[in-house]
């Protein structure tokens, strides 16, 4: 089978580090806007902030458990 559409060049990031690299960019940007709303309970959210503080704080522990950094 051939497609029909052109070749796409593979991704030069990880999955990983994209999301990071997302989280990170819209952290400068909209650091206090809401990213995440409760939905059953709309006066809970998070923001941008908090998400990348949480991110950054779950991927501290997993390293520390040993897993590796980019693998």
């Known amino acids: 089978l051939k497609s029909p559409f ?3 060049a593979p991704p030069s990031s990880t999955a990983c580090e994209t999301f ?3 989280i990170e960019d819209h952290e400068k940007t909209r650091a206090h806007e809401p990213v995440m709303v409760d939905v059953t309970n709309g ?3 998070m923001t941008y902030r908090e998400l990348s503080k949480k991110t950054k ?5 997993i390293k520390s458990r040993g897993f590796p950094v980019n693998g």
């Open 20 to 22: 990071f690299s997302a």
């Open 57 to 61: 704080s779950l991927a501290g522990f």
């Open 6 to 8: 052109a070749p796409v």
């Open 43 to 45: 006066d809970k959210s």
